[in-house]
């Protein structure tokens, strides 16, 4: 297979350079790359239940030919409307992408195999990921999936209950004693060297697969685009993935706007909300991150400072919730039938939030992205002291008729 010609830019300083690479970050000033390809874009009319994501959407992107073999039947995740949430908090119209319908219950499950695509496409046998968490079990599944050597990259003290959901996909995990912010560009380095694509939080082609989320969503609003998105942001490939669908569908001239991007962050670790409370233009390392939300508890944001300059577009906005905030919203969502990890549920918090500064009109339609599913985390049920009430058999009809409204 061959690749269509397309470039790597730099999201800092705009310096191109030729793919297929695997290119991660620029050489003159550091920041990110994105994938830069100019082509025909097209979305079919119909064929939604034959195919799969990357077939559907395959005009976005510089690969050849869809890899069909490698999905595991990743995206088309619900779009569920919610109008109590609507009434309660203030929007026009609420909508929950539900990405903890993957593969692995989170939306990680898009960029994984878009990046595993590139890597196979540029003659690459092993693959890695540097991560504790949703990234971390993806890999390792679409690894397993390609039948390719994969490595996992973790923090040393990780508790065996959260290496086991990686390891049990035959994935080599790796305990690395050692700065973990460090882990990140150390793993392209040594993988460069040795011959490991390492398909971290925001490489070019994972951002790519967040792409999807956006193409989604405008069809399953009937070709719309809605008029803000918020996104549960950590790292940044997310938001940037999500952000980008959204441009080249209007570049494609199949919308006529973008939505509003609202950046979503926990307040126990919130590097980019902080910068931009501040107006500034790169964002700054956080000592103690501390927050229930493990899943956006980087640091130190490789994407940070892109996510900056994408919120000076119009209207762009950045909200950092409290653990209390996050916890209330994630008991409200499951009682909407939607269990998510504390990660996602900071979308509901923002929206709640944003009602408190009076920031909804009230015809405005927002799309949040649950990023991932609630099981993975059962331990926040300590926190939400939940009920739950017993009798016997013969007690039964008595008990059921005294719980009765
Ligand atoms: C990875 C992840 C995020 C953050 O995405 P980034 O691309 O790192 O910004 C948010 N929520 C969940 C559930 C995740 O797994
Ligand atoms: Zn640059």
Redesign the pocket.
């Known amino acids: 297979m061959k690749m269509k010609d397309f470039v790597y830019k730099c999201t800092g300083c705009d310096k191109t350079y030729p793919g297929p690479g695997p290119l991660f970050r620029c050489k003159l000033c550091g920041e990110p790359l994105e994938v830069v390809f100019e082509g025909n874009k097209t979305i079919p009319k119909n064929g939604l239940s034959e195919q799969t994501m990357i077939e559907r959407y395959c005009s976005f992107y510089p690969f050849d030919k869809p890899a069909t073999g490698l999905s595991l039947g990743e995206g088309f995740t619900p779009l569920v409307e919610s109008q109590g949430f609507a009434e309660k908090y203030g929007p026009g119209k609420i909508f929950f992408k539900n990405e903890s319908a993957n593969p692995t219950w989170?939306?990680?499950d898009r960029g994984s195999l878009t990046g595993i695509m590139h890597a196979l496409e540029t003659g690459y046998r092993a693959i890695g990921t540097v991560s504790t968490?949703?990234?971390a079990a993806s890999v390792a599944a679409y690894g397993a999936r390609a039948g390719i050597e994969t490595f996992i990259l973790v923090k040393n003290n990780l508790p065996e209950e959260k290496i086991n959901p990686i390891a049990v996909y035959g994935a080599k995990v790796i305990k690395v004693n050692g700065d973990y912010g460090q882990l990140y560009y150390d793993s392209l380095e040594a993988g460069g060297e040795l011959g490991i694509y390492f398909i971290n939080?925001?490489s070019p082609f994972r951002v790519e697969g967040s792409k999807t989320i956006a193409f989604e969503i405008f069809e399953q609003m009937g070709r719309e685009v809605p008029d803000h998105v918020i996104v549960?942001?950590?790292?940044?490939?997310?938001?940037r993935g999500i952000f980008k669908g959204f441009r080249e569908l209007k570049d494609a001239g199949f919308a006529d706007k973008i939505p509003t991007i609202i950046c979503a962050q926990a307040e126990g670790c919130s590097p980019i909300a902080e910068a931009w409370k501040k107006g500034k233009r790169t964002i700054e390392r956080i000592d103690n991150p501390e927050t229930i939300a493990h899943?956006?508890e980087?640091p130190f944001?490789p994407s940070g400072n892109e996510v900056l300059r994408m919120l000076k577009s119009p209207g762009g906005f950045c909200v950092s919730l409290s653990d209390e905030e996050i916890l209330e919203a994630q008991k409200n969502l499951a009682g909407e039938g939607m269990f998510v990890?504390p990660?996602?549920a900071t979308t509901l918090a923002a929206i709640q939030k944003l009602q408190k500064d009076s920031y909804w009109i009230g015809s405005e339609k927002i799309v949040s992205i649950l990023?991932?599913g609630g099981l993975k985390y059962t331990s926040v049920f300590e926190k939400m002291s939940l009920q739950t009430y017993s009798c016997s058999l013969k007690e039964l009809k008595g008990q059921l008729q005294g719980m009765q409204n």
Do not use: E, L, R, W
């Not at 942001?233 to 997310?238: E, L, Q, V, Y």
């Open positions: 989170s939306f990680k968490g949703n990234m939080s925001d549960p942001t950590s790292a940044g490939g997310n938001i899943a956006i980087n944001p990890q990660a996602s990023t991932g």
